[in-house]
């Protein structure tokens, strides 16, 4: 099948340059390119893409407000096109509460190497796009589980996730109780991103969520975001355990990688974690959920109906690595359940 591609930016420059390599692919085909939201609808209208790419930034009717219109009118993967500046940011996590499917950082124009880099990337995205599941934005917030009748230090929650999981993250911690264990949190974002995505979390949630600095001590109440770009490892000191961060090579084709996270859990905290898979293309965070799951942790993945791309929950559970598979909405309280099974001590 070839995947029609809509181009949407309001420079030429961006739309040459896309063109180019979405024409040169023979899997592809480029059926339009937009300076602006106007000549987007039209074209929307007369070619039906399978894959959009847009710009945040346009003149007349800006990027969010035209995502907002399609996904109403005609739910279609969307892959924003972003600045990476504070307002692009949070601009960017707006458009995947709207429905995008993904976003990428616009190219650094000129250097050889990054324009090959970005070529990977965007390809990389548009077929993922083409094969993913448009998400409806939730009109109902997600209700928030009862409080957990202990609090101790000893238990931990992971999440993981990739392409689709900002906004099933956020379900998940906004659906967590004041008093959660230490949760530990790793979504493939490029640095830049997510320091704004930590606030966005802690804005919905009853935990305090930050991005991790590295060396803190995980304590019950809290998240913690692996920054872009980097590997979040879970180790013991002493009695506590803590978080470090490193730079070392990526996994699965990612820095930060949930598969990293996942061992090192295994490794420093075995039966005491829960421990989720979510949303996300490959098979990141597959072998390092089974390893919890042997070790006794309770292991969970997003099932097939309610994730936007259904593959690295898909590699775990061929891999016999989930001890449940649970719609997204389930998974909080699932968690929740389990730990009141698990009645943790009240060390702090």
Do not use: W
Request: hydrophobic share 40%.
């Amino acid at each position: 099948m070839t995947i029609k591609v809509l181009v949407v930016d309001d420079s030429a420059l961006i739309r040459s340059l896309l063109g180019e390599i979405i024409n040169h692919e023979p899997d592809m085909t480029l059926v339009g390119a937009a300076p602006d939201a106007y000549v987007a609808k039209k074209m929307v209208q007369d070619f039906s893409p399978d894959v959009i790419t847009l710009d945040i930034e346009m003149p007349k009717v800006d990027g969010l407000r035209f995502l907002g219109v399609l996904m109403k009118a005609r739910p279609t993967p969307v892959i924003m096109i972003s600045t990476l500046t504070e307002s692009g940011a949070d601009a960017t996590m707006r458009s995947l509460e709207l429905g995008a499917v993904d976003f990428i950082p616009k190219p650094k124009l000129g250097v050889v190497q990054g324009i090959e880099d970005y070529r990977h990337l965007i390809l990389t995205k548009i077929r993922t796009a083409a094969r993913s599941k448009v998400r409806q934005p939730q009109s109902q917030p997600t209700q928030v589980t009862s409080n957990l009748n202990y609090s101790g230090t000893e238990k931990i929650i992971a999440i993981g996730a990739s392409t689709g999981g900002t906004e099933a993250i956020k379900s998940i911690v906004q659906s967590l109780p004041a008093n959660a264990p230490a949760t530990v949190i790793t979504q493939h974002m490029p640095p830049g991103y997510t320091s704004t995505f930590a606030q966005r979390l802690n804005a919905c949630s009853k935990l305090k969520i930050v991005e991790a600095k590295g060396n803190e001590r995980l304590l019950p109440g809290h998240g913690y975001l692996a920054p872009g770009d980097r590997h979040m490892l879970i180790v013991r000191s002493g009695a506590d355990y803590r978080i470090q961060l490193n730079d070392g090579e990526r996994v699965s084709g990612h820095r930060p990688s949930v598969d990293v996270m996942f061992h090192s859990l295994a490794q420093t905290a075995g039966n005491n974690v829960v421990a989720c898979l979510l949303t996300g293309m490959g098979k990141d965070g597959a072998e390092g959920l089974l390893s919890l799951k042997n070790l006794g942790a309770y292991t969970l993945c997003q099932n097939e109906n309610t994730c936007v791309v259904f593959g690295m929950p898909k590699a775990a559970i061929a891999l016999g690595a989930a001890t449940k598979v649970l719609p997204l909405e389930n998974i909080a309280q699932s968690m929740v359940s389990q730990l009141q099974k698990m009645q943790a001590g009240s060390r702090l």
